[in-house]
């Protein structure tokens, strides 16, 4: 039976096209709201732009230099929000800013940066800005133990390292109230009668049947493909965004602390982030014009990173590169350099984008998915002619953050369970119940990892993992290790295919797939710029 078939002439409230981390925050916003909702997403909730970010739930100190303190004021308020109800997923990060040598406007500039920081998130529960001397800058990471190190600013923001499952929390959720959801499936077509959307056409890509149902909303959520998307639906382009891609290098463990760094090529602020155990730098901010899910890092994007980098890791080269992460930025499209386009987000009912009915998102960033979902939710309610409801999101934790353990229950559980936690948050007891019921599902898929046999049946049979990609990349951390969690592929491959019926070929079929996924990471080695 086709997935889609429940779908052929039902009626919803909305359609969200795009499962990015925007797309699934809407779909549980407006489910959460009584609507009736349904989520399509061409590939895996949160493989998009959301999957290539640099993982941090932040304010954004370089938004300052742009005088943009709407922007800054809405990030710092939603990471508080983002701390609260995602406490497995959003975790405090300290970020230091090492001075190094007889520099002395930076650290004034720091001064000034970070004090306006503190001052924009007044009500926040995470410490202050603080100033460390040369020596306890040298105590706080054995990386800065240089003889030229003249101190550091100290100030925190939050980290996300698995911004798919965030996503994927907000699908779930919006499934626990009724949403239909659906990955590798997408819009081919919508429907009009008199200038109003009347219904959408739905396409699987898993079995190549389609579906059509009728609704007075679509919301076009897909990020950096929403010219495209507008484009394939409606027949016009409104050439709306400005596309940039960016680029992280993933390295064997350079530091231990979160770094912010300053180029050497063009005094653009970089991060350095420590993530389970090697070393995260980016990003890159270049216009970008092609199809957003063929961007790929390419060497002179790498070497822009090293050279960037090179006074501060002067040992960093080339060969040391483990792999890259690359993705494309959906901007509002304004003029001058890619830096100093605006991350603020815009919301479009309508022309000149479509029917009325057809609401468009460009933009926006992870930290405000939720306000931007909060927003949009509060649109389709307007346009649906429905009491206006008040967003729940902001005080409702998500599935994962409902039944927190306390810090001491969390210590009593052993090692394979707090591992387990960081992934699933209070959903690691359903793991662990599978894990208990089955011995081979106690074991882990490689020596390398902590992860178990139980994750890939509970991301089949309750978290949508179609691929082995989707396994391995973004329901566990996995594709974050040193070889991406290929030492793992051939063992979550065959769990796969007990699942999900597959023969010995479909199994060596995925593995071969995921094989290519991680070579395009790589693909800098060959690919020395955005022409090859
Ligand atoms: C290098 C980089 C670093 C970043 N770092 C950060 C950061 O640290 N913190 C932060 O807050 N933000 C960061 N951002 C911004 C952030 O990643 C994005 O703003 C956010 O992920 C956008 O989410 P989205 O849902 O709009 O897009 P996406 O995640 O791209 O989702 C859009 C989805 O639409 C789907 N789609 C496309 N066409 C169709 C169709 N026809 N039918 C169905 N589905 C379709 C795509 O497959 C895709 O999954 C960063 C961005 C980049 C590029």
Known sequence: MSRLSGLEGEHFDVVVIGGGIIGCGIARDAALRGLRVALIERRDFGSGTTAASTRIVHGGLRYLEMFDFRLVRLDLKEREILLRIAPHLVRPLEFLIPFFGGTRLLPLKMRTGLALYDALSFDKTLPSRRWLSAARAQEADVFLRRADIRGAAAYYDARIDSPERLALENVLDAQAHQAHAFNYCE???????????????????????????????????????????????????????????????????????????????????????????????????????????????????????????????????????????????????????????????????????????????????ITAYRAIAEEVTDLICRRLGVPKRPSATATTPLPGALTPPTPAQKQDKGELLRHLYDLYGCDAQKVMALAEAETELHSPLSPKYKDIGAQVVYGVRNEHCVRLGDFLRRRTLLGASDDQGWDAAEAAAALMGRELNWSARRQQEEIARYGREIAATQAFRTVRSATD
């Open 187 to 365: 819009a081919v077509a919508i429907s009009n009668d008199g200038g109003r959307l009347t219904g959408i056409r739905v396409r699987d890509l898993t079995g190549l049947t389609e579906a059509s149902v009728s609704t007075r909303v679509v919301v076009n959520a897909t990020g950096a493909w929403v010219d495209s998307v507008t484009a394939r639906l409606t027949s016009r382009n409104p050439h709306a965004l400005r596309t940039t891609k960016g680029i992280h290098i993933v390295c064997p463990p350079m530091n231990e602390r979160a770094l912010v760094l300053f180029s050497k090529v063009d005094g653009r602020l970089l991060f350095a982030i420590p993530r389970r155990g090697l070393t995260w730098i980016g990003t890159t901010d270049t216009d970008y014009s092609g199809d957003p899910a063929k961007a790929r890092a390419t060497r002179s994007d790498v070497e822009y990173i090293i050279r960037s980098v090179r006074d501060v890791f002067p040992a960093l080269d080339l060969a040391d590169v483990l792999y890259t992460t690359a993705g494309v930025r959906a901007l509002v499209k304004r003029p001058g350099s890619e830096s100093s386009v605006s991350r603020m987000h815009r919301v479009v009912d309508g022309e000149p984008f479509g029917p009325s009915g057809l609401i468009s998102v460009l933009g926006g960033k």
